[in-house]
């Protein structure tokens, strides 16, 4: 029913943002997550990234060509690690260190995490008020006739 | 003064809906009415699905139960607008004079 598309497509919005949320949340909590430096056996966390790719509603009958789908919401279709280079701490009492004092620490900013949060968390809610938009508008179409 | 005159100003010719829908006698009031109310049980059953497989773990979005609840409630609203204006015109038939 095309009046519940928008419902759907914001659906679809809130999905992806939370996965994002997850992806920011686990990037926090492994902020600590050290590796040995240049030893492929103990790799330090890499900070994950979502990539967004939008949805195009499936070709069906008449519909040909790309630029005749309509755009049927947001998805994840993959996450890459950042290739940033980790963080190197002296630290020569871990575990971890290598001969010379060095660990590996996860290229993860935290101010930049939390950015990102704010980010996604305003994102869904923008979501959630595209939903409530459609909501008043198919409310409001009821009303046609009232009274 | 010129006046112009209404029948230039209206479209020559206003269609209401499909043509030959009606004539076809395929889409009665009835089979219509039952369909829509078909589509409102089975948004209604997938609201509760949707519910039932969140407790149960399967969707762990919380907005897909709360939206699938609000497309269930608007369908039903639509149903009882139908439903009133149905029972309005028959009121409005049995009120006429004999």
């Known amino acids: ?147 | 003064m010129n006046v112009t005159p209404l029948q230039m100003i209206l479209p020559a010719e206003v269609k209401s809906g499909p043509e030959g829908q009606e004539t076809a006698g395929v889409n009665s009031f009835g089979e219509v009415l039952s369909r829509a109310l078909d589509d409102v049980n089975k948004a209604q059953l997938k609201a509760d699905e949707t519910t039932k497989q969140f407790l149960t773990g399967e969707i762990q979005d919380i907005h897909q139960v709360t939206i699938a609840a609000e497309e269930a409630r608007i369908m039903m609203q639509l149903a009882v607008e139908v439903r009133n204006k149905v029972v309005e015109a028959y009121q409005e038939m049995s009120r006429m004079q004999v």
């Open chain 1, 1 to 147: 029913m095309p009046l519940f598309d928008s419902f759907a497509i914001s659906s679809s919005g809130m999905t992806s943002n939370r996965l994002w949320l997850d992806l920011i949340t686990n990037n926090v909590v492994n902020m600590n997550t050290a590796g040995r430096p240049g030893d492929p056996n103990l790799q330090p966390y890499r900070r994950q990234v979502p990539v967004f790719s939008e949805v195009l509603e499936t070709a069906t009958g008449s519909v040909t060509g790309k630029d005749r789908l309509k755009g049927m919401g947001v998805h994840v279709p993959r996450v890459v690690e950042d290739p940033a280079d980790p963080r190197l701490v002296h630290d020569p009492s871990h575990p971890y260190a290598d001969e010379d004092g060095y660990v590996a620490y996860p290229n993860i900013n935290i101010a930049n995490e939390m950015v990102n949060m704010i980010a996604a968390t305003r994102a869904y809610e923008a979501s959630v008020t595209a939903v409530n938009a459609a909501k008043s508008m198919a409310l409001k179409a009821l009303e046609i006739g009232r009274g």
